[in-house]
Antibody, heavy 121, light 107 residues
Framework: QVTLKESGPALVKPTETLTLTCTFS??????????VSWIRQPPGKALEWLAR???????FYSTSLKTRLTISKDTSKNLVVLTMTNMDPMDTATYYC?????????????WGPGTMVTVSS | ERVMTQSPATLSVSPGDRATLSCRAS??????LAWYQQKPGQAPRLLIY???TRAPGIPDRFSGSGSGTEFTLTISSLQSEDFAVYFC??????????FGQGTKLEI
């Protein structure tokens, strides 16, 4: 069974750096062609894709947030980490990690439950 | 960046009705389109990928169609558990992957 779960702080202050961890099971991120993305959703709003890391370490970022984001993986621990610098109240959202592979034609076939992050002083 | 526009924003229907949700892309995304269902407090769930292929375990009352810039998600006979928000997403031209703003299906 494939599962993903996000973890991280529920509250961060403006200008701080957010670090989120996605811990997964049931698949390997060292196996082609698996990839994991981070996606966020402000309360009551639409989904926004943030970043993706592939089985071969390729990294891709949202063009509007690229300067603030870093994605990395630890294949031995089955986890993916996203850092976002210079947090702002506009970054308040539920953050999801999700898997994609060629079986789902690059759609996100399994999602974590999400973790809510509030940015406030 | 491909902009995805969904209509209507809210669709009021009754159980047993047929629901038709639309998604339009600002430029062609071929058939590289997915539909997701999201219930309150839950993560999105993949329903349809490649515009018309149901994801594993998705009931056959859900169907997708379209290509290029115009797409449709049809729910043939609404069940109570289908009342949710539905998002379309393109994965043809990325980064970034882009989502529509959602259609809320309400009773």
């Amino acid at each position: 069974q494939v599962t993903l779960k996000e973890s991280g702080p529920a509250l961060v202050k403006p200008t701080e750096t957010l670090t989120l961890t996605c811990t997964f099971s049931g698949f390997s991120l060292s196996t082609s062609p698996t990839r994991v993305s981070w996606i966020r959703q402000p309360p009551g709003k639409a989904l926004e894709w943030l970043a993706r890391i592939d089985w071969d370490d390729d990294e891709f970022y949202s063009t509007s947030l690229k300067t603030r984001l870093t994605i990395s993986k630890d294949t031995s621990k089955n986890l993916v980490v996203l850092t976002m610098t210079n947090m702002d109240p506009m970054d308040t959202a539920t953050y999801y990690c999700a898997r994609a592979n060629d079986d789902s034609d690059d759609a996100f076939d399994v999602w974590g439950p999400g973790t809510m992050v509030t940015v406030s002083s | 960046e491909r902009v995805m526009t969904q209509s209507p924003a809210t669709l009021s229907v009754s159980p047993g009705d047929r629901a038709t949700l639309s998604c339009r892309a600002s430029q062609s995304v071929s058939s590289n389109l997915a539909w997701y269902q999201q219930k309150p407090g839950q993560a999105p769930r993949l329903l349809i990928y490649a515009a018309s292929t149901r994801a594993p375990g998705i009931p056959d009352r859900f169907s997708g169609s379209g290509s290029g810039t115009e797409f449709t998600l049809t729910i043939s006979s609404l069940q109570s558990e289908d009342f949710a928000v539905y998002f379309c997403q393109q994965y043809n031209d990325w980064p970034p992957y882009t989502f529509g703003q959602g259609t809320k299906l309400e009773i």
